[in-house]
């Protein structure tokens, strides 16, 4: 496993375990960097407009088009060290 891919996975960890829940919009783009890292570019159809939460997922992943995994990986630290700065740990 690389630094990188070991980091990520210690974010992963570190994310659930902060005392403050991050905001909504924290939450979809922590989502979709995960998701870009794990899996890439988005695919299907965008969900319908009834389906909100969802369709809030797939946009905000969809944003994220043509990053690679690895800038994915690292933003999503990048993300998490800031949340937990801002958390105090």
Excluded: N
């Excluded at 695919?43 to 690679?68: C, H, M, N």
């Amino acid at each position: 496993m690389s630094d990188l891919a070991s980091r990520f996975k210690t974010a992963q960890e570190e994310v659930v375990q902060l005392d403050e829940a991050p905001d909504v919009q924290t939450k979809l783009k922590l989502y979709a960097l995960f998701k870009q890292a794990s899996e890439g570019d988005v695919t299907g159809d965008r969900p319908s407009a009834i389906q909100f939460v969802a369709q809030a997922k797939y946009d905000a992943w969809a944003k994220l088009k043509g990053t690679s995994g690895e800038a994915a990986q690292q933003q999503y630290v990048d993300l998490v060290e800031v949340l937990k700065a801002a958390d105090g740990k």
